[in-house]
Protein backbone atom coordinates (compact mmCIF):
# COMPACT_ATOMS: atom_id res chain seq x y z
CA UNK A 1 0.00 0.00 0.00
CA UNK A 2 1.31 3.58 -0.91
CA UNK A 3 0.80 7.38 0.77
CA UNK A 4 1.58 10.71 0.10
CA UNK A 5 4.26 12.30 1.42
CA UNK A 6 6.44 15.15 1.91
CA UNK A 7 10.13 14.37 0.27
CA UNK A 8 13.20 16.14 0.03
CA UNK A 9 16.49 14.66 -1.08
CA UNK A 10 18.55 17.39 -1.28
CA UNK A 11 19.23 20.48 0.73
CA UNK A 12 18.04 24.28 -0.21
CA UNK A 13 14.93 26.37 -0.56
CA UNK A 14 11.23 25.20 -0.01
CA UNK A 15 10.95 24.71 -4.12
CA UNK A 16 13.25 21.07 -3.55
CA UNK A 17 10.38 19.75 -1.86
CA UNK A 18 8.04 16.98 -3.27
CA UNK A 19 5.08 15.64 -2.88
CA UNK A 20 5.08 11.69 -3.73
CA UNK A 21 3.58 8.22 -3.50
CA UNK A 22 5.80 6.20 -1.16
CA UNK A 23 5.32 2.89 0.81
CA UNK A 24 2.69 2.87 4.02
CA UNK A 25 4.50 1.90 7.39
CA UNK A 26 3.54 -0.73 9.16
CA UNK A 27 3.78 -0.67 12.46
CA UNK A 28 6.14 -3.13 14.35
CA UNK A 29 5.68 -4.20 18.07
CA UNK A 30 5.67 -1.47 20.35
CA UNK A 31 4.42 0.94 17.91
CA UNK A 32 1.57 2.67 16.68
CA UNK A 33 0.45 3.37 12.82
CA UNK A 34 -1.62 7.01 13.09
CA UNK A 35 -3.50 8.81 9.77
CA UNK A 36 -2.34 11.70 10.17
CA UNK A 37 -4.71 15.07 10.13
CA UNK A 38 -2.89 17.51 10.76
CA UNK A 39 0.87 18.45 11.09
CA UNK A 40 2.48 22.23 12.21
CA UNK A 41 5.59 23.54 10.69
CA UNK A 42 8.55 24.21 12.61
CA UNK A 43 12.33 25.80 13.13
CA UNK A 44 13.38 22.51 12.84
CA UNK A 45 11.52 22.21 9.70
CA UNK A 46 13.36 25.22 7.82
CA UNK A 47 17.11 23.66 9.67
CA UNK A 48 16.62 20.67 7.55
CA UNK A 49 14.92 21.15 4.84
CA UNK A 50 18.19 24.24 4.33
CA UNK A 51 21.04 22.28 5.98
CA UNK A 52 21.88 25.18 8.10
CA UNK A 53 23.74 25.87 9.91
CA UNK A 54 26.43 23.46 8.83
CA UNK A 55 27.16 21.65 12.09
CA UNK A 56 23.41 20.50 11.29
CA UNK A 57 24.80 17.76 8.69
CA UNK A 58 26.83 15.98 10.63
CA UNK A 59 23.97 14.45 12.36
CA UNK A 60 21.49 14.97 9.21
CA UNK A 61 23.52 13.97 6.00
CA UNK A 62 26.56 15.66 5.49
CA UNK A 63 25.81 16.01 1.64
CA UNK A 64 22.62 15.25 1.44
CA UNK A 65 19.55 14.42 4.01
CA UNK A 66 19.80 10.74 5.26
CA UNK A 67 15.80 10.90 6.07
CA UNK A 68 14.08 11.80 3.13
CA UNK A 69 10.98 13.03 5.40
CA UNK A 70 9.98 16.29 6.71
CA UNK A 71 7.88 17.16 9.97
CA UNK A 72 7.53 16.66 13.41
CA UNK A 73 4.19 17.61 15.02
CA UNK A 74 1.26 15.89 14.61
CA UNK A 75 -2.61 15.05 14.86
CA UNK A 76 -4.87 12.18 14.03
CA UNK A 77 -6.29 9.22 14.35
CA UNK A 78 -4.70 5.28 15.22
CA UNK A 79 -5.28 3.63 12.09
CA UNK A 80 -3.43 0.26 13.87
CA UNK A 81 -1.23 -1.08 17.10
CA UNK A 82 1.92 -3.22 17.09
CA UNK A 83 2.38 -6.31 19.10
CA UNK A 84 2.13 -5.66 23.08
CA UNK A 85 0.80 -2.24 22.71
CA UNK A 86 -1.91 -1.42 25.20
CA UNK A 87 -2.23 2.40 26.01
CA UNK A 88 -3.34 2.69 22.40
CA UNK A 89 -6.20 1.25 20.03
CA UNK A 90 -7.33 1.95 16.59
CA UNK A 91 -9.74 4.46 16.26
CA UNK A 92 -8.34 6.87 19.04
CA UNK A 93 -7.38 10.58 18.52
CA UNK A 94 -3.45 11.49 19.56
CA UNK A 95 -1.16 14.24 19.14
CA UNK A 96 2.11 14.14 19.45
CA UNK A 97 5.68 14.04 17.58
CA UNK A 98 7.15 12.10 14.57
CA UNK A 99 9.93 12.38 11.81
CA UNK A 100 8.29 12.79 8.74
CA UNK A 101 4.76 13.82 9.99
CA UNK A 102 4.18 15.58 6.72
CA UNK A 103 2.63 12.32 5.49
CA UNK A 104 -0.22 10.83 4.98
CA UNK A 105 0.89 8.39 8.07
CA UNK A 106 3.28 8.02 9.80
CA UNK A 107 4.57 5.65 12.97
CA UNK A 108 5.20 6.27 16.42
CA UNK A 109 6.80 4.65 19.61
CA UNK A 110 3.47 3.68 21.70
CA UNK A 111 6.11 4.75 24.44
CA UNK A 112 7.63 8.07 23.00
CA UNK A 113 6.03 11.15 22.65
CA UNK A 114 2.29 9.91 22.08
CA UNK A 115 -0.91 10.93 23.66
CA UNK A 116 -4.60 11.24 23.66
CA UNK A 117 -5.84 14.52 22.01
CA UNK A 118 -7.35 17.11 23.85
CA UNK A 119 -10.81 17.20 24.20
CA UNK A 120 -12.29 20.04 22.01
CA UNK A 121 -9.66 20.49 20.28
CA UNK A 122 -9.71 20.53 16.21
CA UNK A 123 -6.68 18.45 14.80
CA UNK A 124 -5.27 21.19 13.42
CA UNK A 125 -5.11 23.02 16.77
CA UNK A 126 -3.71 19.57 18.71
CA UNK A 127 -1.20 19.31 15.88
CA UNK A 128 -0.42 22.88 16.27
CA UNK A 129 1.23 22.52 20.15
CA UNK A 130 3.49 19.53 20.74
CA UNK A 131 6.67 21.74 20.24
CA UNK A 132 5.98 25.18 20.92
CA UNK A 133 4.06 23.52 24.00
CA UNK A 134 6.85 21.57 25.11
CA UNK A 135 9.03 23.94 24.63
CA UNK A 136 7.22 26.93 26.47
CA UNK A 137 6.33 24.24 29.72
CA UNK A 138 9.90 23.25 29.88
CA UNK A 139 10.99 27.00 29.94
CA UNK A 140 8.43 28.01 32.34
CA UNK A 141 7.82 25.24 34.91
CA UNK A 142 11.27 23.55 34.54
CA UNK A 143 14.01 26.33 34.02
CA UNK A 144 12.28 29.58 34.78
CA UNK A 145 10.65 27.97 37.94
CA UNK A 146 6.99 30.58 37.45
CA UNK A 147 4.87 30.88 39.75
CA UNK A 148 2.56 33.39 41.67
CA UNK A 149 3.91 36.80 41.88
CA UNK A 150 6.53 36.50 39.21
CA UNK A 151 7.28 38.63 36.76
CA UNK A 152 7.53 37.36 33.60
CA UNK A 153 8.67 38.77 29.84
CA UNK A 154 8.05 37.06 26.91
CA UNK A 155 9.77 38.51 23.96
CA UNK A 156 8.50 37.37 20.69
CA UNK A 157 4.75 37.12 22.26
CA UNK A 158 3.24 36.42 19.44
CA UNK A 159 5.12 33.34 17.96
CA UNK A 160 4.26 30.06 18.33
CA UNK A 161 6.15 29.29 21.61
CA UNK A 162 5.33 32.70 22.81
CA UNK A 163 1.72 31.94 22.51
CA UNK A 164 1.83 29.21 24.48
CA UNK A 165 4.23 30.87 27.35
CA UNK A 166 2.05 33.84 27.59
CA UNK A 167 -0.87 31.85 28.55
CA UNK A 168 1.31 29.07 30.57
CA UNK A 169 2.49 31.86 32.75
CA UNK A 170 -0.83 33.55 33.14
CA UNK A 171 -1.63 29.67 34.40
CA UNK A 172 0.70 29.78 36.84
CA UNK A 173 -0.56 33.12 38.31
CA UNK A 174 2.86 35.26 37.17
CA UNK A 175 2.26 38.64 36.17
CA UNK A 176 2.98 38.82 32.43
CA UNK A 177 4.19 40.96 30.02
CA UNK A 178 4.33 40.38 26.25
CA UNK A 179 6.85 41.76 23.45
CA UNK A 180 5.41 41.84 20.09
CA UNK A 181 4.54 44.15 17.25
CA UNK A 182 1.80 46.56 17.54
CA UNK A 183 -0.59 44.77 14.72
CA UNK A 184 0.17 41.56 17.44
CA UNK A 185 -0.65 43.66 20.68
CA UNK A 186 -4.57 42.88 21.29
CA UNK A 187 -4.06 39.29 20.33
CA UNK A 188 -1.44 38.71 23.00
CA UNK A 189 -3.48 41.01 25.31
CA UNK A 190 -6.04 38.41 24.55
CA UNK A 191 -4.15 35.32 25.90
CA UNK A 192 -4.15 37.40 29.06
CA UNK A 193 -0.71 39.03 29.22
CA UNK A 194 -1.25 41.67 31.55
CA UNK A 195 1.28 44.37 29.73
CA UNK A 196 2.09 44.49 25.87
CA UNK A 197 4.71 46.30 24.63
CA UNK A 198 5.00 47.38 21.03
CA UNK A 199 9.12 46.47 20.14
CA UNK A 200 8.40 49.06 17.41
CA UNK A 201 7.79 52.02 20.13
CA UNK A 202 9.97 50.95 23.19
CA UNK A 203 12.93 48.88 23.78
CA UNK A 204 11.97 46.38 27.00
CA UNK A 205 15.38 46.47 28.16
CA UNK A 206 15.18 50.12 29.12
CA UNK A 207 12.03 51.15 30.92
CA UNK A 208 13.45 50.30 33.99
CA UNK A 209 11.13 47.84 35.19
CA UNK A 210 12.82 44.11 36.49
CA UNK A 211 11.58 40.81 35.41
CA UNK A 212 12.35 37.38 37.44
CA UNK A 213 11.73 35.51 34.18
CA UNK A 214 12.76 36.19 30.99
CA UNK A 215 11.82 34.08 27.85
CA UNK A 216 13.62 35.57 25.13
CA UNK A 217 12.42 34.27 21.62
CA UNK A 218 13.65 36.71 19.39
CA UNK A 219 17.51 37.10 20.09
CA UNK A 220 17.46 40.76 18.95
CA UNK A 221 18.83 42.05 22.64
CA UNK A 222 22.17 41.94 23.30
CA UNK A 223 23.19 39.89 27.00
CA UNK A 224 24.00 42.93 28.77
CA UNK A 225 20.77 44.67 27.64
CA UNK A 226 18.79 41.50 28.78
CA UNK A 227 20.63 41.16 32.32
CA UNK A 228 19.42 44.74 32.63
CA UNK A 229 15.68 43.81 32.33
CA UNK A 230 16.46 40.96 35.09
CA UNK A 231 16.03 41.39 38.93
CA UNK A 232 19.13 40.52 40.56
CA UNK A 233 18.04 36.80 41.18
CA UNK A 234 15.84 36.62 37.88
CA UNK A 235 16.65 34.10 35.30
CA UNK A 236 16.79 34.42 31.16
CA UNK A 237 16.42 31.76 28.82
CA UNK A 238 17.87 32.77 25.20
CA UNK A 239 15.56 30.20 22.77
CA UNK A 240 16.76 31.67 19.42
CA UNK A 241 19.27 34.57 18.08
CA UNK A 242 21.01 35.64 15.19
CA UNK A 243 24.17 35.71 13.69
CA UNK A 244 26.64 32.60 14.48
CA UNK A 245 27.67 32.56 11.16
CA UNK A 246 26.72 29.62 8.51
CA UNK A 247 28.09 26.94 10.54
CA UNK A 248 26.79 27.35 13.81
CA UNK A 249 23.93 29.73 13.69
CA UNK A 250 21.86 30.22 16.61
CA UNK A 251 23.52 27.71 18.60
CA UNK A 252 26.78 29.15 17.97
CA UNK A 253 25.03 32.07 20.42
CA UNK A 254 23.55 29.20 22.97
CA UNK A 255 26.49 28.00 23.46
CA UNK A 256 28.51 31.01 24.22
CA UNK A 257 25.63 31.94 26.74
CA UNK A 258 25.92 28.39 28.56
CA UNK A 259 29.58 29.48 28.91
CA UNK A 260 28.47 32.55 30.13
CA UNK A 261 26.60 31.51 32.88
CA UNK A 262 28.50 30.99 35.38
CA UNK A 263 30.01 33.72 35.51
CA UNK A 264 27.10 36.22 35.74
CA UNK A 265 24.98 36.87 39.23
CA UNK A 266 21.94 36.02 36.69
CA UNK A 267 20.91 32.29 35.57
CA UNK A 268 20.94 31.64 32.01
CA UNK A 269 19.63 28.61 31.09
CA UNK A 270 20.00 26.87 27.76
CA UNK A 271 18.08 23.37 27.57
CA UNK A 272 17.08 21.04 24.18
CA UNK A 273 13.09 20.35 24.54
CA UNK A 274 12.46 16.63 26.15
CA UNK A 275 9.53 15.37 23.66
CA UNK A 276 7.37 13.20 26.17
CA UNK A 277 4.24 11.92 26.68
CA UNK A 278 3.93 12.49 30.17
CA UNK A 279 4.29 16.61 29.27
CA UNK A 280 1.88 16.19 26.51
CA UNK A 281 -0.26 14.83 29.20
CA UNK A 282 0.53 17.85 31.16
CA UNK A 283 -0.17 20.15 27.89
CA UNK A 284 -4.06 18.50 27.15
CA UNK A 285 -4.93 18.93 31.14
CA UNK A 286 -4.25 23.25 30.98
CA UNK A 287 -6.41 22.72 27.24
CA UNK A 288 -8.75 20.95 29.02
CA UNK A 289 -8.90 23.46 32.12
CA UNK A 290 -9.31 25.85 29.54
CA UNK A 291 -5.75 27.63 30.26
CA UNK A 292 -4.16 26.93 27.11
CA UNK A 293 -5.23 27.53 23.53
CA UNK A 294 -2.85 27.01 20.74
CA UNK A 295 -3.16 30.14 18.14
CA UNK A 296 -2.92 29.24 15.08
CA UNK A 297 -1.68 31.67 11.67
CA UNK A 298 -2.71 29.69 8.60
CA UNK A 299 -3.22 26.04 7.62
CA UNK A 300 -2.63 25.17 4.39
CA UNK A 301 -2.97 21.61 2.15
CA UNK A 302 0.13 19.25 2.28
CA UNK A 303 0.79 19.85 -1.34
CA UNK A 304 1.29 23.18 -0.50
CA UNK A 305 3.91 23.04 2.01
CA UNK A 306 6.53 24.78 0.10
CA UNK A 307 4.32 27.48 0.57
CA UNK A 308 3.81 27.39 4.19
CA UNK A 309 7.47 26.87 4.78
CA UNK A 310 8.09 30.41 2.97
CA UNK A 311 5.23 31.71 4.76
CA UNK A 312 7.21 30.71 8.25
CA UNK A 313 10.63 31.91 7.12
CA UNK A 314 9.27 35.55 6.65
CA UNK A 315 8.90 35.22 10.41
CA UNK A 316 5.89 37.33 10.48
CA UNK A 317 3.59 34.33 11.15
CA UNK A 318 0.93 34.66 14.54
CA UNK A 319 1.07 31.86 16.22
CA UNK A 320 1.57 28.82 14.06
CA UNK A 321 1.54 27.30 10.72
CA UNK A 322 -0.58 24.28 9.78
CA UNK A 323 -0.83 21.52 7.21
CA UNK A 324 -4.04 19.76 7.23
CA UNK A 325 -4.37 16.33 5.34
Known sequence: MTMKAICYHAYGPPDVIELRDVARPVPGDGEVLVRVRAAAVNPGDHHLLRGSPYILRAMAGPARPKHPGLGNDL??????????????????????????????????????????????LTFEQAAALPTSGLTALRALRGEGRVRAGRRVLVNGASGGIGTCAVQLAKAYGAEVTGVCSGGNADLVRSLGADHVIDYGKEDFTRTGRRYHFILDNVGNRTVADLRRALTPDGILVPNSGTGGGPWFGVMGRLIRLKAMSPFVRHTIVTFVTQENAGDLATLRELVERGKLTPVIDRTYPLSELPEAITHFEGRHARGKIVIAL
Open 75 to 120: AGVVEAVGGGVTAFEPGDEVFGCARGAFAEYVTVRADGPLAHKPAG
